[in-house]
T-cell receptor, first 113, second 111 residues
Framework: SAVISQKPSRDICQRGTSLTIQCQVD?????MFWYRQQPGQSLTLIAT?????????ESGFVIDKFPISRPNLTFSTLTVSNMSPEDSSIYLC??????????FGPGTRLTVT | EDQVTQSPEALRLQEGESSSLNCSYT??????LFWYRQDPGKGPEFLFT???AGEEKEKERLKATLTKKESFLHITAPKPEDSATYLC????????????FGKGTMLLVSP
């Protein structure tokens, strides 16, 4: 399985600001994903980060609010823009390689005040 | 629309008291069913993938089984360190497709 790191591990941000979360994998992976886990809830997929092309967003998530970059096969960023308290969540990066199993990073705990 | 329902929402066991967690699913063309363990404040940890009805997989005190409508995660003689939230997810269709997660079962094992 891949080793996945995320930065920052947690942050407290003010309403109206933006935060960029980084995801680094120790090996080249086929697909990378970004999930949100709101307090007491399960995981919701935000988007699939495609290398060399625009991300594919799930219903209810838009690029202006959650811009994603994936410059290579081991790195991706998710930006949470113009934040509100409703954006307070854990944001998780996940990857899949040759098999269809997904492995998750440790998460970024975001609190918006 | 793919749906995953996990039960119970929470389960409290005494150490050594075996039990099972349930994951019921509705999906058009199951490609795989996944079990994860999630500790508080951490990302989900991959446990098992099951691909076809009748398949079983084991890891230490955990055993996962799969039928055409549901999966069970059996926990034999649990220990306090097995306390966590257990998540079930399904993947449908051909090729790669995204995962649909259930809400999880929060397991607490008391010494």
């Amino acid at each position: 399985s891949a080793v996945i790191s995320q930065k920052p591990s947690r942050d407290i941000c003010q309403r109206g600001t933006s935060l960029t979360i980084q995801c680094q994998v120790d090996s080249q992976v086929t697909m990378m994903f970004w999930y949100r886990q709101q307090p007491g809830q399960s995981l919701t997929l935000i988007a699939t980060a495609n290398q060399g092309s625009e991300a594919t967003y799930e219903s209810g998530f838009v690029i202006d609010k959650f811009p994603i970059s994936r410059p290579n096969l081991t790195f991706s960023t998710l930006t949470v823009s113009n934040m509100s308290p409703e954006d307070s969540s854990i944001y998780l990066c996940s990857v899949t390689a040759a098999t269809y199993e997904q492995y998750f990073g440790p998460g970024t705990r975001l609190t918006v005040t | 629309e793919d749906q995953v329902t996990q039960s119970p929402e929470a389960l409290r066991l005494q150490e050594g008291e075996s039990s099972s967690l349930n994951c019921s699913y509705t999906v058009s063309g199951l490609r795989g069913l996944f079990w994860y363990r999630q500790d508080p404040g951490k990302g989900p940890e991959f446990l098992f993938t099951l691909y076809s009805a009748g398949e079983e997989k084991e890891k230490e005190r955990l055993k996962a089984t799969l039928t055409k409508k549901e999966s069970f995660l059996h926990i034999t003689a649990p220990k306090p360190e097995d306390s966590a939230t257990y998540l079930c997810a399904v993947q449908a269709g051909s090729g790669y497709s995204t995962l649909t997660f259930g809400k999880g079962t929060m397991l607490l094992v008391s010494p």
